[in-house]
């Protein structure tokens, strides 16, 4: 099974940018679609992109034109680039296979902080 590993969190000022990374232990390609979700404290894990095999990026409106998904297959890497981040951005940054967490299938990684703060 080919796991999923968050990394590139950080604390910026808002306005800042950030660029996450979400590495697979196999080919990135072997998911029909990698998505990016977060949970900020006292909250609700939410859903913020998703990246099709076809390439196909959709986001939730909280992020668009903000936030930038995209792949690099020869790394098997899924990255989220956050620009003009807002305190309200804070939260654990976690990668998934969207499918999976429609179904309640499967676990979650460690994910990766992002903490937006003056």
């Known amino acids: 099974q080919v796991q999923l590993v968050e990394s590139g969190g950080g604390s910026v000022q808002p306005g800042g940018s950030l660029r996450l990374s979400c590495a697979a232990s196999g080919s990135i390609l072997s998911f029909g679609a990698i998505g990016w979700f977060r949970q900020a404290p006292g909250k609700e894990r939410e859903w913020v992109a998703t990246l099709s095999r076809t390439g196909t990026t959709t986001y939730a409106d909280s992020v668009k034109g903000r936030f930038t998904i995209s792949r690099e297959n020869a790394k098997n890497t899924v990255y989220l680039q956050l620009n003009s981040l807002k305190p309200e951005d804070t939260a654990v940054y976690y990668c998934?296979?969207?499918?999976?967490?429609?179904?309640?299938?499967?676990?979650w990684g460690q994910g990766t902080q992002v903490t937006v703060s003056s």
């Open positions: 998934n296979d969207p499918s999976l967490v429609l179904l309640g299938k499967g676990g």
